[in-house]
T-cell receptor, first 115, second 112 residues
Framework: DTEVTQTPKHLVMGMTNKKSLKCEQHMGHRAMYWYKQKAKKPPELMFVYSYEKLSINESVPSRFSPECPNSSLLNLHLHALQPEDSALYLC??????????????FGSGTRLTVV | DQQVKQNSPSLSVQEGRISILNCDYTNSMFDYFLWYKKYPAEGPTFLISISSIKDKNEDGRFTVFLNKSAKHLSLHIVPSQPGDSAVYFCAASAGGYSTLTFGKGTMLLVSP
C-alpha cells in the first residue's frame, strides 16, 4: 500500500461547526504532515508529527487542532473556522522527518469550504 | 519572503517538443530539490529529485538540472506528452530534520 488516504474529499461547514479531517497511511512512515493550499499558492506547512509527537506547529491558529492517535492516522480537528480558512488541506507522509530522498507521499486532499 | 520561486505561472508546449520548467531559490542552505506534479483534484505526486552534490539527474523523459552558483534548477521533459499537462511544483529542503519548501507552481499544457 503506497497511498495516503484522506477523508472526506469535500467538506462544507458553517463557522460554528466542529468537524474533523482524517488521514491514513500504511507505509510505515513515521512522519506525517498537514499542509494548506489556496488557489495559485504553494502548499503551506501547518503541522508535522514525528513518531506520533507534534514536531512542528507553524503558528497555526488554535481553531485548527491536530491529533495523531497512532503511527498510521493523523486527524485535523476544526472548530469555529472563518471563511478565509477555505482551502485544500493536504496530508502527507515520509519515512522520517527530513528523510526527503523520495519526497513526501501526498493524499488527494480535502477541499474545505467555510460558509 | 519566498525562498523557492517559480516565476512562470504557465507554459504551453506542443506534443513531442521539450518542456522546460524553471525554479530559483534564495536559501543557500537548501541541499535537496524535488519536483512534484499535480493533477486537478489530486494531491501532488513526487516526480524526480536531485541532491546538491549533483548537477543532473535523469529518469526516463524527465531530467532535472541544478546550477548551484546561480541557485537555479530546471526540469526538462522530452518528449512532452498531453498526459504531462499538470501543475509542476518545485520544492527544496535544507537537510537535517527540515521540511520541504514549495514554489507556487507552473501549469504546463501540452497540446496534441
Amino acid at each position: 500500500d503506497t497511498e495516503v488516504t484522506q477523508t472526506p474529499k469535500h467538506l462544507v461547514m458553517g463557522m460554528t461547526n466542529k468537524k474533523s479531517l482524517k488521514c491514513e497511511q500504511h507505509m510505515g512512515h513515521r512522519a506525517m504532515y498537514w499542509y494548506k493550499q489556496k488557489a495559485k499558492k504553494p502548499p503551506e506547512l501547518m503541522f508535522v508529527y514525528s513518531y506520533e509527537k507534534l514536531s512542528i506547529n507553524e503558528s497555526v491558529p488554535s481553531r485548527f487542532s491536530p491529533e495523531c492517535p497512532n503511527s498510521s492516522l493523523l486527524n485535523l480537528h476544526l472548530h469555529a473556522l472563518q471563511p478565509e480558512d477555505s482551502a485544500l488541506y493536504l496530508c502527507a507522509s515520509s519515512p522520517g522527518q527530513g528523510q526527503n530522498f523520495y519526497g513526501y507521499t501526498f493524499g488527494s486532499g480535502t477541499r474545505l469550504t467555510v460558509v | 519572503d519566498q525562498q523557492v520561486k517559480q516565476n512562470s505561472p504557465s507554459l504551453s508546449v506542443q506534443e513531442g517538443r521539450i518542456s522546460i520548467l524553471n525554479c530559483d531559490y534564495t536559501n543557500s542552505m537548501f541541499d535537496y530539490f524535488l519536483w512534484y506534479k499535480k493533477y486537478p483534484a489530486e494531491g501532488p505526486t513526487f516526480l524526480i529529485s536531485i541532491s546538491s552534490i549533483k548537477d543532473k539527474n535523469e529518469d526516463g523523459r524527465f531530467t532535472v538540472f541544478l546550477n548551484k552558483s546561480a541557485k537555479h534548477l530546471s526540469l526538462h521533459i522530452v518528449p512532452s506528452q498531453p498526459g504531462d499537462s499538470a501543475v509542476y511544483f518545485c520544492a527544496a529542503s535544507a537537510g537535517g530534520y527540515s521540511t520541504l519548501t514549495f514554489g507556487k507552481g507552473t501549469m504546463l499544457l501540452v497540446s496534441p
